[in-house]
Each structure stands twice: as C-alpha cells, then as structure tokens.
C-alpha cells in the first residue's frame, strides 16, 4: 500500500484540486484521496511516496497511436505526401520485421516516459511488440493495419486490389485478438484496425465490421483525412466516408476514428448520434496544413479526445497544439480552456476505448494509472493556474514517475528495465541504415 503526496488533480467531475494533499494506493486500485494529515492516519501501515514538489495527475490515455514511425520524425511532415504512401521513406512493409518491433519499441517507451499510461497502438507487426509493451506495463488497445488496397498506388490515384495484403493483415488482427484479448491482468485489449474506408473495399470493410461483432470488440480506423479519400468513397460508393461506415454499421461507440477533417454537417451528425468517437490529431493535421473542424464535433455532442498519431508520444505538445487548432477553428479566443483540454487527453481518451468507468481521471476505485510531474522549474514556476501550467508549459521531460495498475513504471524519469541511452543508440544507427537506403 502506497501514499502518495503531492498536488493532487482529479480531473474528476466536480474538478478538485487538492494542493498537498494525498492518494493511498492499494494493489492496482485507488483506495481514498484526501488530505495528508488524514490519510496518514487513516493508513499508518502504507509506505510514504514523496511528491510534495509534484503535480499529481491522471495518466493520458491517448486513442490512436503509430509508435514505429518516430523513424520518420523530423522529416514525415515535410514531405507533401503522408509517408504512408510513399516508396522513399522507410515505413511499414519497407522495414523488416525487426526493424518495426524495435521502432515500436522505441515509440512505446517514449510515450510511456512522457505520462501516457494507455495507448491504443495501431500499426503492422503489431504481434511481435505486444510482448514489450506487457513488459513496460502499459495499459494498450491493440490493433493490426488492415487493407487491402496497395498503398503505394494510391498517390497516383490508382485503387489497385492487393489480395495478399487482405488475406495476411485479416489473419494477423484475429491472431492478435485471439491470443491478446483481455491479457495481462486485463492491461492488453484488442480491436479490429480497418486503415480507412478507401484502402478497404466496400466487402471487406463489412467483412471486418461482422468480425468485431462476432469477437466483440472495438475498431480502430482513419476516417475523412483527406481530400482524396472523399473524393473516392464518392466515386466507388456515392456517399462520404462517414455515411459509408454508417450503412456499414462500423460507427458506434466502439469506434475510435482518427481525424476526421473533411466531415459535412451530415457526417457529423451521423458521428453524435452513432456515439462514435474522434482521436483529434492536432500537430499532424495542423503541420499538412488540415484543421479538423472539432468546435462544431463538440457542439453536437461528439466526443473528441486527443491523440499524439504518429512521430511523437508528447500529448503535451498535442494539447498545446490543440488549443491554439481549436481556438483558430472556432473563432473564440478564450475557449476550450485549458482544463477542457486536459479533459480530452485524459477522461475523453478513456471514454473514447470504453474505459472511463477505470480510468481517465482519479477517483476512488479506479485503476491506479497516474503521473507525477516536477513543478519547480524555471520553464513551469511560478504556477497560477495548474491547468494552464499543464496544458502551456510543461513539457513531456517533466514528467518525473508513472504507476500503472499500482506499478511505478517510470521512476525519476527512467523507464523501469530499459537502458535507454543504449536503446537510443541502437534506433540511430538502425534509422541511419534505413535511411541510407533512399540516399
């Protein structure tokens, strides 16, 4: 049993904030929050965790993540097509297998070290990195990149059917869900991972929506993020994206779809009634220059949580460069507030997967999946507001311990088990090797 001291914030309904106050912590669990002085009474048994020069906060929970491409970090922005796409930039099935896993692996600690303690991790050879991420102690929601459309066409708006990709990328998710589902002390759950309505045909995207029925689980998926793919769900099907995959049945509240930038005034109405809910991609669209129109996705009653995508695991940075998108979108200078904000990086995400009724915020008999974040530094003090603090200064090598399910996962900023100048290293010189292929 552990008490932890420290500024504690709840990101719970009523929004407390308890400065110096304390958590005990019992297994995986929160048992009482409160004052100290109480709480030491209350458990004089309970092992004292000092952080008093601390901001306590609830873990982010970030819905929509491509830990493998911080291999394309610094350039993947700055090359006008999305590297998925492209033949000159290792991604994807350019890597060999371990290539990927150490990329993912790589993509896993950092977001882990920067306070995400659920990651809902989408890419391919997702079966070969599940191991690493039980091991790290993450709380995930996996899913393999399904298609069946060649990627690499595509730029040059050509459609072409790629069979074996369908047949492989089909087998692995079920493979994955079949051995993963509900592991690791339920940390590890799976969904189905469709890439996006016009890399899947109109049969297999129903194909994979009568799977997640039948396996009962979520769907991980793209939707709307790009021109090209409006453009194309018209031509082949006569209809946008959104009002596809609701005649599919795929929209409902175990989707998360990522983006959603070119949604009608339908489209959006479609995704509040269904309950399905949008991973926001803030930095990523903003640097193609793609603003999601989330002001209006609120309005209607969509939840919007945010996500960090791909080439980074910082959600501070995303929050950040959240409230300046959605202040710019929606014309209002002052709003969403910052505390707004940290509520779709943290309650939002865990709604968005099905999990706020155990995590997303700290309230007694949730799971234990907390941060403590330094608050005595010179980019940080002096702090007025800790919302603003959080969500305008703090950076994601602030972040000073993690605990997931009770278990400190990160202490003093170091990833438990994992030598991480080494690990740094070692993904230098297998990106230069990757790289070098292109040169």
């Known amino acids: 049993m552990l008490l932890i001291k420290g500024d504690i914030i709840t990101m719970n309904e009523t929004g407390d904030i308890l400065p110096q106050g304390a958590m005990v912590i019992n297994d995986d669990k929160i048992e009482a929050i409160g004052e100290e002085v109480t709480l030491k009474k209350q458990y004089p048994q309970a092992e004292i965790v000092d952080c008093s020069s601390m901001m306590i906060m609830p873990g982010f929970v970030n819905p929509h993540y491509h830990g493998a491409l911080v291999v394309n970090r610094g350039v993947g922005s700055d090359t006008g097509v999305p590297p998925l796409y492209s033949r000159n930039v290792p991604q994807g099935v350019l890597l060999t297998e371990e290539e990927c896993d150490l990329f993912n692996i790589f ?25 690493a991420m039980k091991d790290l102690g993450l709380r995930a929601v996996i899913s393999e990149r399904i298609h069946n459309i060649d990627f690499f066409r595509v730029p040059e708006g050509i459609y072409a059917l790629d069979a074996k990709a369908q047949e492989e990328t089909l087998a692995k998710n079920i493979e994955i869900i079949d051995k993963w589902h509900n592991q690791a002390n339920g940390r590890i759950t799976c969904h189905f991972g469709p890439h996006a309505p016009d890399t899947c045909t109109t049969n297999f995207l129903a194909e994979i929506t009568s799977l997640a ?10 939707l709307a993020q790009s021109k090209m793919e409006v453009a194309e769900i018209q031509r082949r099907d006569g209809v ?28 959006q109405a479609l995704l509040a009634q269904t309950n399905t809910s949008v991973a926001h991609v803030p ?37 950040r460069f959240g409230l300046a998108v959605h202040r710019l979108s929606s014309g209002n200078r002052t709003e969403p507030n910052p505390r707004h904000i940290l509520e779709m ?6 709604k968005a997967l099905g999990m706020d009724h155990e995590i997303g915020s700290l309230e007694v008999g949730k799971k234990a999946d907390f941060i403590a974040i330094h608050k005595n530094k010179f ?31 990160v202490k003093d900023s170091h990833v438990a088990g994992i030598d991480e100048g080494q690990l740094s290293k070692e993904v230098q010189q297998i990106s230069d090797r990757c790289w070098s292929r292109y040169q």
Request: proline fraction near 2%; aromatic fraction near 6%.
């Open 283 to 319: 930095e990523g669209n903003l640097k193609k220059g793609d603003i999601a129109p989330i002001a209006a996705l609120e309005e209607k009653g969509v939840n919007v949580a945010i996500c960090t995508d791909s080439m980074s695991g910082s959600m501070f940075e995303s929050m």
């Open 379 to 409: 980019h940080i003090a002096p702090i007025v507001s800790r919302y603003g603090t959080l969500v305008h200064s703090v950076q994601a090598s602030d972040v000073a311990h993690v605990w997931i399910d009770g278990e400190w996962c």
């Open 107 to 131: 993509g896993y600690v950092e977001a882990l070290r920067a306070g995400n303690t659920c990651i809902a991790s989408n890419y391919i050879q997702s079966m070969k990195s599940i191991t």
């Open 213 to 222: 029925k039948r396996y009962d689980v979520g769907i991980t998926t793209h």
């Open 345 to 350: 990086a943290t309650q939002k995400g865990a």
């Open 240 to 267: 946008t994206p959104v009002q596809l995959y609701h005649d599919l049945g795929i929209l409902g509240s175990g989707t998360v779809a990522a983006h959603c930038i070119h949604v009608t005034e339908e489209d």
